[in-house]
């Protein structure tokens, strides 16, 4: 029960952070920066993220560890293991 009252947090934090990494360039969408492109394409990507908290976290969990060498956290590899 206490996921319903905390999934609302979550999924801003995460709408936010993937609108902070897409305007940062960590994450790339276009090819190459129109100079009168409208930021809606990042809004809809952090829309998504929001709503969908697990999968997001791990698709960034997949890029630093390609990216950086970095392990993933030990709930996403024990949610790979028990779908496996």
């Known amino acids: 029960m206490l996921w319903y009252f905390v999934r609302p947090l979550t999924s801003?934090?995460?709408?936010?952070?993937?609108?902070?990494?897409?305007?940062?360039?960590?994450?790339?969408?276009?090819?190459?920066?129109?100079?009168?492109?409208?930021?809606?394409?990042?809004?809809?990507?952090?829309?998504?993220?929001?709503m969908n908290v697990d999968k997001f976290v791990s698709k960034i969990e997949d890029i630093a560890q390609a990216t950086w060498g970095i392990e993933k956290s030990r709930s996403s590899s024990l949610k790979e293991d028990c779908n496996n």
């Open 12 to 50: 801003s934090i995460c709408g936010g952070v993937s609108y902070l990494f897409l305007r940062a360039g960590l994450l790339v969408l276009e090819a190459q920066k129109e100079p009168n492109a409208t930021n809606l394409g990042f809004y809809a990507l952090a829309f998504i993220a929001g």
